[in-house]
């Protein structure tokens, strides 16, 4: 099952392709890549890279890459075709290959990609993959499109983006603890008087209540979320032929 996303930004066409293509833009936004190094290649001939993922703190994998992009489409639209290959023994994806789609709309453009790849590890990566990294990749995918959007749409910069998701997250974090600690607090008699009934009502709604909006209240505008994006493919959905015309990175 090959992982899907797709996001509408409101921006112009050239805007979105210029920060999506340029490799040193590219890295900014896209939370798959710590790192990403144009390698030489001929005018005109399809793009070659090599890319640096830091998946810990002490542990970066890394690959090589090679892609290709069509600006001028007889139907407007733009396409970016990419294959992918990593030999580092850690990294989770051995391979793989996948597309970006510019499809003008109105005032903006969906902005999409489809792309698959072949786990490492035999079985256990199998499993590991379909239960844990293919979950996560799809995420971080739809969320690293949100910061893109961000930064075309309102000109918030993927740094600032991340930092305002971290305070996010940070707030959230705070105030789910502390909704689930006054729930064990809870008051039941004394120190409120004639109150104790109600404030032993009260409490543990407003705790209650207090976790809801800490999980379930809907992210801030400046902050990026994956749940902004569409994450099913349309029913007839193909890669470009592009795709086909790139060898495999060594």
């Known amino acids: 099952m090959g992982i899907y996303v797709e996001a509408r930004i409101r921006g112009p066409l050239d ?130 499109f949100d910061r893109l959007r961000l930064w075309v749409e309102r000109g918030i910069t993927p740094e600032r983006a991340r930092r305002n998701w971290a305070a996010e997250l940070l707030a959230r974090a705070l105030l789910a603890t502390a909704g689930c600690a006054g729930l064990g607090l809870a008051p039941r008699t004394g120190p409120f008087g004639p109150l104790s009934p109600a404030a032993a009502y009260l409490c543990p709604l407003l705790c209650l209540v207090a976790v809801a909006l800490a999980l379930l209240a809907a992210p801030l505008p400046g902050t990026p979320a994956a749940r902004r994006c569409l994450r099913t493919p349309p029913a007839r959905t193909r890669a470009p032929r592009l795709l086909a015309t790139l060898e495999q990175p060594s």
């Open 15 to 144: 805007t979105v392709w210029e920060r999506t293509q340029d490799p040193g833009r590219h890295q900014r936004w896209d939370l798959r890549f710590t790192e990403i190094t144009p390698l030489p290649h001929a005018p005109g001939a399809p793009r070659h890279f090599r890319y640096a993922t830091r998946v810990l703190p002490l542990l970066t994998v890394s690959g090589t890459g090679v892609s290709a992009g069509e600006r001028e489409r007889p139907d407007g639209t733009r396409t970016s075709a990419l294959r992918f290959a990593s030999p580092h023994p850690l990294s989770p994806l051995a391979e793989g290959s996948g597309y970006w789609r510019y499809v003008p709309d109105g005032d903006g453009v969906r902005f999409l990609t489809g792309y698959d790849y072949r786990p490492r590890w035999g079985r256990p990566g199998a499993l590991a993959d379909r239960l844990l990294f293919r979950p996560l990749m799809g995420w971080a995918t739809a969320w690293s």
